[in-house]
């Protein structure tokens, strides 16, 4: 490798660390002329380096200085060339840190971690799906995407934002769609219902089109665009109008439910209500089921078969290979 590799090499990395390795390579030349020049004040390079520093940083201890003409003439060119450098490193170093966060602010610096958890939109959903993702699930990294956002909501919580149109694939590849765990994209109810399910089947398909693999949950505000959904590959779909219109209904019939259902899911744990595979309990009855899995704390509640969900069937339903049990782990 010669010297012009070695330059091109280091001018790949950013100018903070260019401007490091010359101080580094500047110190090290300075002692080791020093050790040369003057070889009993400075008897090793270490020496040699140990004064170098303490001189460019105008620190200036004076245990050890130059004696000879030459090795003051050395010094002379040393301290006004080298004390300025490292003067002009650290403002370079002050305003490389403050210019970072201000991209970090604004949402320009991309995210390079994995397995994290990708929201899509900022609302009063997601900025409440946020808080609870952060208070129970701590380990997990969140990005949030946002177009109409100007700065980080939630910099503060260690949360980091994107700003960009999520329609994009640049916007995407900044938040490292690749590597992510799943994607949630929510709605803008400030909008026509038609036209924030055309963004959300957009913002879809290009996160489909990037990483197939990505576990997708998506709002959908009208009915007629359930399918459109599915066809795009959502893996799970949220009906926040058809979710809210039901509860609404059950509260006409039953006052009070809809406080009881938000504070029974409230109260539930993360992943403590879901579905388990059939494996182990397929030829079982409902009622066999249930009580093998009461042994292990797990309450079985209903079987999903297909598209067809059955809540507390008869005792006597035989349990298939190809159903799914609905269960609250106790």
């Known amino acids: 490798m010669n010297f012009r590799d070695v330059i091109y090499y ?29 070889p009993e004040m400075f008897p090793n390079v270490f020496e040699g380096i140990w004064w170098a520093i303490v001189t460019a940083s105008t620190i200036g201890y004076g245990d050890v200085s130059p004696e000879t003409t030459l090795g003051k003439a050395f010094a002379m ?18 305003s490389s840190f403050v210019l970072s966060q201000g991209a970090l602010s604004r949402g320009e610096r991309s995210f390079e971690r994995q397995n994290h958890i ?43 934002f994107i700003r960009g149109n999520p329609g994009e694939d640049a916007t995407f590849k900044k938040a490292n769609i690749k590597e992510a765990k799943t994607v949630l994209i929510t709605a803008d109810q400030y909008k026509s219902e038609l036209e924030v399910d055309m963004q959300t089947m957009l913002t879809l398909l290009t996160v489909k089109g990037i990483n197939p693999d990505v576990y997708t949950i998506v709002e959908i505000l009208s009915r007629e665009q359930l399918i459109n959904a599915q066809r795009a590959g959502a893996d799970e779909i949220i009906e926040s109008a058809h979710l809210l219109s039901t509860v609404m209904i059950n509260s006409v019939f039953s006052h ?52 067809e969900l059955m809540m507390n069937p008869s005792p006597s339903t035989s349990i298939v290979a190809e159903d799914r049990l609905f269960v609250i782990h106790t």
């Not at 001018?11 to 020049?37: A, D, E, K």
């Not at 059939?278 to 042994?295: K, L, P, T």
């Open 77 to 94: 060119v040393f301290i006004m060339f080298g004390a300025g450098f490292m003067t002009f490193y650290m403002a370079k170093l002050a």
């Open 256 to 307: 009070g439910i809809s406080t009881t259902l938000l504070e029974m899911l409230a109260h539930l744990k993360p992943n403590q209500l879901g579905f388990l595979n059939a494996d182990g309990y397929v030829g079982n009855s409902f009622c066999d089921a249930a009580q093998r899995m009461n042994e292990d704390d797990i309450l079985l509640i209903g079987i999903k078969r297909g598209t």
């Open 10 to 38: 280091i001018s790949r990395y950013p100018l903070i660390l260019q401007l490091g390795f010359l101080i580094v390579l500047i110190l090290s030349i300075m002692g080791f002329v020093m050790h040369l020049v003057e």
């Open 118 to 160: 990708i929201v899509v939109g900022w609302n009063s959903r997601s900025n409440h799906t946020i808080n609870y993702l952060l208070e129970h699930r701590p380990e997990r990294s969140i990005v949030l995407i946002d177009f109409s956002l100007q700065e980080n909501p939630l910099q503060a919580e260690g949360v980091h």
